[in-house]
């Protein structure tokens, strides 16, 4: 877990320092966030976001409906931690793309094995075996 969560806080913090100084806008969470709180924008959205966003909204929905129904706690919290998981991988590759059109060789030589790391140590938590 520890390999797991030390890249979350190195993702996230490199996210947030991103958002700060204006590099990237427009990440899946900060647009996700943004149909949560002004869900009248949604026909304004790119087909990709409402899709995304239809998707994580049925998987929690479903997750919360069949967790509340066989009292399963668990499921809930997993499925919860599973979407922010994805959403934060997704936040990080809109990083890695919006840095590789302004520096390809710092995007390619430094974000690209972060993210690479990421999901390899997201998948290995999951197998049980960080």
Do not use: C
Not at 30 to 54: G, R, V, Y
């Amino acid at each position: 877990m520890s390999k797991f969560i030390n890249f979350m806080v190195i993702m996230s913090g490199l996210v947030i320092l991103f958002h700060v100084f204006g590099v990237v806008t427009d990440t899946p969470n900060a647009l996700l966030l943004d149909l949560l709180l002004n869900p009248e924008d949604m026909k304004d959205k790119s087909t990709f976001i409402q899709f995304i966003s239809a998707l994580e909204a049925i998987g929690l929905i479903g997750a919360v409906l069949i967790g509340l129904l066989t009292r399963n706690v668990e499921l809930v919290a997993a499925a919860t931690f599973t979407i922010w998981v994805v959403n934060m991988a997704m936040d990080f590759l809109s990083v890695v793309m919006a840095l590789s059109s302004e520096s390809r060789v710092l995007a390619v030589l430094i974000f690209s094995p972060f993210l690479l790391a990421y999901i390899l140590s997201a998948f290995l938590y999951w197998r049980g075996r960080d």
